[in-house]
């Protein structure tokens, strides 16, 4: 009773209810006193009100009842504008719920969650610090100096949790550690994030929020060096500067647009970039970007330049397949782990057998 308590008012914080929208949303089947009694654990709604309350909440009725439980800590958001705290709250509670289908299919198949990236020793205070961690982190993870190709998947490849939440909440990427900090994840809002490089960059920002130590540092400081980090992992200084040179007095659009449609990074932010390294001047700076304002691509950069990579996980899919394949579970519980109804997972999923 306690845990349906429990489950019950997560799911309602998930949808971004109050009780008494929830009560008007099952129209006045029960009232808001019964569901806080349901939430208090006082007693359980039978059968038929626990399918009201699933068509209600967007919930399948496993939810209720399942046993893995996942807790957040050390979040980080990267905020647009003002972020209302009900919508936080409906977000940690969405993460939460995919993260624990995410490892309770890991934990059928027997696969361990072992986050290997280790290098939070000594607390950042320049952008020195961060070329060098950038430089041990594309080691560690082999990269070398070559572009990322589906920054995603090299990510979820390395036990890092990415969750793609479509939201019209201001914000763009929520980083935080579950169980004991054993488990690292990445939200990103995919409303808000349209193009691949932004996709990018912000999944690397959230990343700089997770394997910097920004201890004793501002909110404004802990962002600078985390945008910092984003642009080092996607353009080295090695790799800019063999781009680029290493001094320029100036620079075209196209030039940096050629470079965004190789490494999947910004026009702007690579002039930020070469702005940081010393290779184009503070005031070279502030007249490109000036120039960039009223070409209208502040917000929108010309589209010949997108980048054309993929950005995509299909990680958690591929363990379920496998999973359904070896008979470890069952296609109803298929359905559940990818919160479908049976019949939309059978016709998606098995159609071609």
Excluded: W
Excluded at 198 to 215: C, D, I, M, Q, S
């Amino acid at each position: 009773m306690n845990q349906f308590a429990e489950r019950l008012k997560s799911a309602r914080v998930m949808a971004g209810l109050s009780l008494q929208d929830l009560a008007d949303k099952l129209e006045n089947r029960v009232s808001r006193q019964s569901l806080h009694k349901y939430e208090k654990g006082d007693f359980m709604p039978d059968s038929e009100m626990i399918g009201h309350l699933c068509d209600a909440l967007d919930v399948r009725p496993d939810y209720f009842f399942r046993k893995e439980v996942v807790e957040l800590e050390e979040i980080e958001f990267r905020k647009l504008t003002r972020f209302p705290s009900k919508s936080k709250s409906s977000l940690i509670e969405k993460t939460k719920d995919i993260l624990a289908r995410y490892l309770e299919l890991e934990e059928i198949l027997n696969i361990e969650t072992k986050f290997s990236i280790n290098f939070r020793h000594e607390p950042i205070r320049s952008k020195e610090q961060v070329e060098e961690f950038v430089t041990k982190l594309r080691e560690q993870l082999k990269l070398g100096l070559d572009p990322i190709f589906n920054l995603v998947e090299l990510l979820e490849d390395n036990h890092i949790k990415v969750v793609e939440i479509p939201s019209e909440d201001s914000f763009d990427g929520l980083s935080a550690l579950a169980n004991n900090k054993q488990v690292p994840v990445i939200v990103l809002n995919s409303s808000k994030l349209k193009s691949l490089d932004r996709k990018r960059f912000t999944a690397l920002h959230e990343l700089g929020h997770l394997v910097l130590n920004l201890e004793g540092l501002t909110d404004k400081e802990k962002e600078k060096y985390c945008h910092y980090f984003a642009a080092a992992m996607l353009l080295p200084k090695d790799t800019l500067l063999k781009e680029v040179g290493r001094n320029r007095n100036k620079v075209l659009i196209p030039e940096l647009g050629a470079i965004k449609k190789q490494y999947g990074i910004s026009i702007q932010a690579i002039a930020y970039r070469m702005k940081d390294l010393e290779i184009i001047s503070e005031s070279y700076f502030k007249q490109f970007m000036f120039f960039i304002s009223q070409m209208g691509y502040k917000t929108e950069e010309p589209i010949e330049f997108d980048y054309k990579g993929q950005e995509e996980s299909y990680r958690f899919n591929q363990l379920l397949l496998r999973a359904l394949a070896e008979e470890h579970i069952s296609m109803g519980k298929a359905a559940a782990l990818s919160n479908v109804k049976l019949a939309e997972f059978r016709e998606k999923n098995l159609a071609l057998g």
